[in-house]
């Protein structure tokens, strides 16, 4: 493997080869901040160019776009509040309360940081575990899945621990909107007021777009009288750079730990950046010393989503290259553009084609080291580029490209009235102090807890009673014991808190 | 000169005119919208992107790709039964969905007879397989483990009302057994559920027994003759099961578009079928490539509507 990894290193660090890649991690960065223009989009734009080029320089082209497109959502998430992928939904619970803080450079140079070095390990974990981690994520059937997303629901404890009965509230909502449409199992219509744009649910960006960005703008919009001119405020900080830097890197756990996380969720199938992005956030909360303390602004909640979510590229590479099995819908795309130049994913990857298959898992370590060049010098761009513009002009141009963002996911008017109703709906929930986090996971989860429980069952029908394959398959077994603990330990550490301040 | 001679002069004049613009007029002279109904990486999509760039070598004009993704399809499928029917705009169509979700949909937004059949360019037949490691190693096998314990096995596959779905109730019938189908959405997300064996087999497509040829077993192919990708396994009839089904892609336009516009894409169809790179590199791909003109897919797809009545009548789904 040694000599394989040095052919590959040498093949990949072409001039040709490394001007791709850093057209590819600056065009997805861009991409991936617009709101709208998803990772999976920006992928299979370049796709129809790839295919005049030589497949390793096709492959790094589109793994460069891929590992940009996710990072770029930070900057978005960050600067107006507005995941510009849901990989970066928990990004905007920190990241932008440090940009109104005036902490937004801080704040982008610490995701950058997260980003690139969450994608280094998840690449280091590609190139040398990805056949017994493959092995692990098939041990997943639909039961599991169905726990996964019952343990992802426990994230609403802590996303709403304050106020516990508008967190679930609003995880039900977001279960209630994921119903609209097709039944994903047994083709019913349901709740698509015989509006045939429906039938294909409601677009998750869509929602995104309405419910994080459109409150913050009115809000901003509302207050321009008694506010500075500027829409982000910025306090002239030295030392930036090196403060993001030790944000990163000062508590070593949280980062690795994060991007462990989103590696793995990345290698199951069927869940994605989306779902990592929550649970890494969650898990850094859990273990922080000072959770209440997210959500207003602590760097390392940017640091745990911005982590996560480039591991989560290269975690859904693994069934891909492994198993022909693509770990996430832009994973999808590449593996298309595989076939198309005559590849099959698959155990061949790594013999007859090994020197391709390692050429591209070394182009995304080198696309994650420039992600640190290029992500400093944009994100401080940007940065500028946004704090400059007066929030009179900013704020219209930001509403204007939502609803540009909004018709381009799939180039239906529908999906722009959704976001338009999702913001008013979203601004009034705001003014009622409902946190926007559980509604979208509620969205997120949705499908994926309704196939593994219909699934499932249906697996269990031979069974004398269907309802026992939930409970009886030892993984399933383990993640409910995790899903008890999760649930229980807000409630925990409330009591004991609690019980503490009694004892003064 | 008289009055008549001078109309008869001026009408032939515009006349023409008329047919010598019409002449200069030849489609196509601009960009051609081409909408995917699925999402990337897909059949539906893989295929459509193949036949892109040597579309746009026979049409001489550029062949764009858009995604109109939803509801099985329908979403785009709505879309096109409202656009403008000038040829610029046409969609990838897929059988049997065009036909089911009209007739187990209230409303899904469009006619099967309003989709205009341009070209029927491949099919993906659909094959009975099960992980390298199972009990089954012939058709036999499967069929007299299903006899002595109904309702045991279960079947994933790629959707409800989807070829995989009816081929299974089909086969249940073609064998007399009784086996549980488990819709999964896509055909790729149902691969993971046998690899990691949480089904006990998979009523898939042609593409992806070539794909994953290392780890899945294929018992039967649901085809009339055996097709070439894989020329070791029997099909059905060989076997002695009635059970030919599977779902064929092709491009389709809004209604009202005119006879010579779609006569001209699907020349191109056909030669883009034609080409040896596209056909070589489809087929290995395991998809089987058909050329199914205007008329004879409409045919087709008529035929098609009488038969998956008649299927679904039978098992009590409509």
Avoid at chain 1, 268 to 287: D, H
Avoid at chain 2, 222 to 237: L, Q
Wanted: net charge neutral; glycine share 12%; proline share 6%.
């Amino acid at each position: 493997m040694g000599e394989l990894l040095l052919a590959a290193t040498i093949a990949v660090f072409s001039v040709k080869n490394i001007l791709f890649m850093l057209f590819g991690v600056s065009a997805g960065m861009i991409a991936g901040a617009l709101p709208g223009l998803t990772a999976t989009m920006s992928v299979a734009l370049i796709v129809p160019f790839t295919f005049t080029m030589d497949p390793i320089s096709g492959m790094a082209t589109l793994g460069a776009i891929y590992c940009g497109a996710i990072f770029g959502g930070a900057f978005s998430a960050i600067l107006v509040n507005t995941p510009g992928t849901p990989s970066s939904i928990g990004t905007t619970f920190d990241g932008y309360p440090m940009a109104k803080q005036g902490k937004g450079e801080e704040a982008i140079f610490t995701a950058t940081f997260a980003s690139a070095g969450g994608g280094l390990i998840g690449t280091v974990i590609l190139i040398f575990l990805s056949v017994p981690l493959a092995k692990v994520a098939l041990k997943f059937g639909p039961p599991e899945y169905f726990w996964i997303t019952m343990f992802g629901l426990t994230i609403i404890a802590s996303l709403a621990s304050k106020n516990m009965l508008k967190g679930l509230a609003g995880g039900a909502f977001g279960l209630l909107i994921s119903m609209i449409g097709i039944a994903p199992i047994g083709g019913d219509v349901r709740f698509t007021m015989g509006l045939p744009a429906f039938q294909g649910g409601v677009q998750l960006i869509s929602v995104l777009i309405g419910f994080f960005c459109i409150p913050e703008m009115l809000r901003i919009a509302g207050n321009l009288s008694k506010q500075k001119m500027q829409a982000v405020n910025v306090e002239k900080q030295e030392g930036v750079l090196a403060r993001s830097f030790w944000n990163v890197f000062r508590k070593p756990f949280n980062f690795i730990r994060s991007a462990i996380i989103g590696a793995f969720v990345g290698i199951l199938p069927g869940a994605g950046g989306n779902i990592a992005n929550l649970v890494a956030y969650n898990e850094a909360q859990r273990a922080s010393k000072e959770p209440e303390t997210f959500g207003t602004g602590n760097p390392q909640g940017v640091v745990a989503t911005e982590a996560a979510n480039n591991a989560t590229v290269e975690g859904g590479m693994v069934p891909l290259l492994t198993l022909g099995i693509p770990g996430a819908p832009p994973a999808a795309i590449i593996y298309g553009a595989l076939m198309l130049q005559g590849l099959r994913p698959g155990p061949e990857l790594f013999s007859s084609s090994a020197h391709i298959t390692y050429a591209f898992m070394v182009s995304l370590f080198v696309a994650n080291l420039m992600m640190f060049v290029v992500g400093i010098l944009g994100g401080r761009s940007i940065f500028k580029i946004v704090t400059m513009i007066p929030a009179k002009i900013l704020v219209p141009s930001i509403i204007f490209l939502t609803i540009l963002g909004s018709y381009s996911i799939r180039n239906n008017m529908m999906d722009v009235i959704v976001m338009l109703i999702g913001g008013f709906i979203g601004y009034l929930l705001k003014e009622l102090n409902f946190h926007p986090g559980p509604i979208v996971l509620g969205l997120i989860l949705g499908p994926i807890a309704e196939k593994g429980l219909v699934q499932g069952f249906l697996m269990g029908l031979s069974r004398s009673n269907p309802w026992t394959i939930f409970f009886t398959r030892p993984i399933s077994i383990a993640l409910i014991g995790i899903i008890i603990f999760s649930a229980g330990w807000p409630v925990y550490r409330e009591l004991k808190s609690k019980y503490q301040k009694g004892e003064n | 000169m008289n009055k008549k001679l001078l109309s008869i002069l001026l009408v032939s004049l515009f006349l023409v005119s008329v047919l010598s613009l019409n002449v200069m007029a030849e489609f196509p002279e601009k960009a051609i919208n081409y909408n995917v109904c699925f999402n990337p990486g897909g059949e539906s999509d893989l295929t459509a992107r193949a036949q892109q760039q040597p579309l746009e070598e026979v049409l001489g004009e550029d062949v764009v790709i858009q995604y109109k993704i939803g509801g099985g399809g329908a979403v785009g499928w709505s879309e096109l039964v409202q656009a403008k029917p000038d040829g610029y705009t046409v969609a990838g169509f897929n059988l049997p969905h065009i036909i089911l979700q009209p007739l187990v949909r209230d409303n899904p937004g469009y006619e099967t007879k309003e989709i205009k059949p341009v070209f029927i360019f491949e099919a993906t037949p659909n094959i009975l397989a099960v992980h390298k490691d199972s009990q089954f190693k012939t058709l036999e096998q499967f069929v007299n483990y299903a006899k002595e314990n109904p309702g045991v096995i279960t079947l994933g596959g790629s959707g409800s009302y989807s070829a995989n779905h009816l081929g299974t109730l089909e086969f249940n019938q073609a064998a007399d057994i009784r086996t549980t189908y488990i819709p999964f959405t896509g055909s790729g997300e149902a691969v993971p559920a046998l690899l990691g064996q949480h089904v006990s087999g998979l009523m898939t497509y042609t593409t992806m027994g070539i794909r994953h040829s290392d780890e899945m077993r294929v018992l039967a192919v649901a085809a009339d003759e055996r097709v070439p990708a894989m020329p070791d396994v029997p099909t059905f009839k060989e076997l002695g099961y009635d059970y030919v089904e599977g779902a064929y892609r092709g491009m389709a336009a809004p209604p009202g578009t005119p006879d010579d516009v779609i006569e001209k894409l699907a020349e191109a169809n056909l030669a883009v079928n034609e080409m040896p790179s596209f056909k070589n590199k489809l087929e290995d791909m395991g998809f089987q490539i058909i050329n199914m003109g205007p008329e004879e897919s409409e045919k087709f797809v008529e035929d098609r509507i009488e038969y998956y009545k008649k299927i679904l009548a039978e098992v009590g789904l409509l």
